[in-house]
Every structure is written in C-alpha cells, then in structure tokens.
C-alpha cells in the first residue's frame, strides 16, 4: 500500500489530517534549503523503530531543541547541550540518535565548504541507485541505514516512489523537480 492511500485508510480523523498535511505538501517536494535538508534528515534518522505519525507529532518540539535545525549550531553542540537534548520530553532522547545528529551538522558544513552546499553535494551524485546511495550515506554519516536513506530521499524527492502518478500530488511535485531530476 502507498503513502498516498494509505492515508485514506487511517482513522480518526486528526490523525489523517496531519498523515496528509505532510504527504500532500512536504512529501517528495525538492528542499532547497540546507537547514531544512538536514532537519528531514535528522527527523528520518529518529524515526528509526518508531512509526512516523510520532515524529510528526514531535517536529516542532525537534524544531525547538535543535535550533530550528540550523546547522552550525547543531554542529557547534557540546555535552551540555547533549544532556539537555537527552532531557528533553519533546524529542526522541537516544543518545546515538542526539550524537548522530550533531556528528551530522558537522559532515554537512564540511560537506558545503567543498561543494557549496548539502544540496549540490546530493545534486553531484545524483542519479544514484538506492544502494549505491545508501553506501555514499553510510560513509559521510552516522545511523544513516538503507530505510532511513531510502526515506530521506524519497522525502526529497531524489529517489521516485514518495507518489504514483495517479497520485493528486505527485504533479504538484513533478512541476516543482528540476528537469535533472524528473527521472
């Protein structure tokens, strides 16, 4: 079953309503932000054992926590901003997740001094299979595995799957994809 009727299926009816917010204007759609990139990412990676409707629920409260995902402070992150993240009831307090999201900032500043930005960085190695991403991912970050990335990437619209084509959404995404990656 796809994200798109999958949300069809789900019940009450706050619970579709934030399923579709998402999937109709975030799901799939290119970011062009490096800020905004790597909070998706940093939201994919937490979800890891946990459905998503819970990360949703908790993306303002990861937007609080993590300095509305700006990069180089997240990098800049000490041990003492680690404990208060680890206390904080809003977000998901596992320690590899917290670490793995600083340890993430930084790949990514270092990532934009070389090639610009995270963005370019991911439009350079595009087009990539699935596993031929999964393995760039593995090598530049942390708790990134082959779900996390496939999500993350769909999510952005750099690997297909996030809409079928009978999908209302998916040509509101198709117009907003750069013709390189249309494919």
């Known amino acids: ?3 798109c009727s999958a949300i069809e299926t789900m019940q009450p009816e706050e619970r579709k309503a934030l399923h579709r917010n ?5 799901y799939g759609f290119p ?3 490096d800020n905004e990139l790597f909070g998706r990412l940093l939201m994919e ?4 054992g946990l459905s998503w409707e819970t990360i949703l629920k908790k993306e303002a ?4 926590a993590y300095d509305n995902f700006n990069i180089k402070k997240v990098a800049a992150y000490g041990e003492k901003e680690t404990e208060r993240l680890l206390a904080d009831p809003g977000i998901i307090r596992n320690k590899l997740k917290i670490n793995a999201a600083i340890e993430n900032a930084k790949t990514i500043l270092a990532l934009q001094k070389e090639h610009g930005s995270f963005e370019k960085w991911l439009e350079h190695h595009h087009p990539k299979t699935k596993e031929e991403w999964v393995r760039l991912f ?3 970050f942390r708790f990134t595995g082959g779900e996390i990335v496939n999500e993350f990437l769909m999510s952005i619209g750099f690997l297909p799957g996030a809409h079928t084509e009978q999908c209302k959404t998916y040509t509101r995404v198709m117009k907003q994809k750069p013709m390189w990656a249309r494919k």
């Open 138 to 140: 593995k090598k530049q």
């Open 22 to 26: 998402y999937h109709d204007n975030h």
């Open 45 to 48: 990676i937490n979800q890891a």
């Open 1 to 3: 079953m796809s994200y």
């Open 31 to 33: 970011i062009h932000d």
């Open 61 to 64: 409260s990861f937007r609080k």
